[in-house]
């Protein structure tokens, strides 16, 4: 059973720092691509940030562009998201995700990590 695990997850304060892992378990072969998504108390899921996909390059939305980044080891199974400049407005569960290839979407989630930042 393939699985999507998130970790690092946590507190901090406004301008303080935190990093997120997802780690593929059951899957022999990497991704087509991987992402993150959150979702605040109250709010529709927001798209975070991805890598991978047709073009290599990644992309991040625009509440978090300039202060995440989003990163993969070799083995295009896990990713990391480096979250720098924190603000009160990200404190959300931040979701795992991944696609198996073009014109699948994001078909595998995580069961997301809490982050919640504080003044």
């Known amino acids: 059973q393939v699985r999507l695990v998130e970790t690092g997850g946590g507190s901090a304060q406004v301008g303080g720092s935190l990093r997120l892992s997802c780690v593929t378990s059951?899957?022999?072969?990497?991704?087509?691509?991987m992402g993150w998504f959150r979702r605040a108390p109250g709010k529709e899921r927001e798209f975070v940030s991805q890598?991978?996909?047709?073009?290599?390059?990644?992309y991040y939305g625009e509440s978090v562009k300039g202060r995440f980044i989003i990163s993969e080891d070799d083995t295009k199974k896990t990713i990391f998201l480096e979250m720098n400049s924190l603000k009160l407005e990200d404190t959300a569960i931040y979701f795992c995700?991944?696609?198996?290839?073009?014109?699948?979407?994001?078909?595998?989630w995580g069961q997301g990590t809490q982050v919640t930042v504080s003044s």
């Open positions: 059951g899957r022999t072969t990497g991704w087509y691509a």
């Open positions: 890598i991978g996909g047709r073009d290599l390059r990644p």
């Open positions: 995700a991944a696609s198996s290839g073009p014109g699948a979407g994001f078909d595998e």
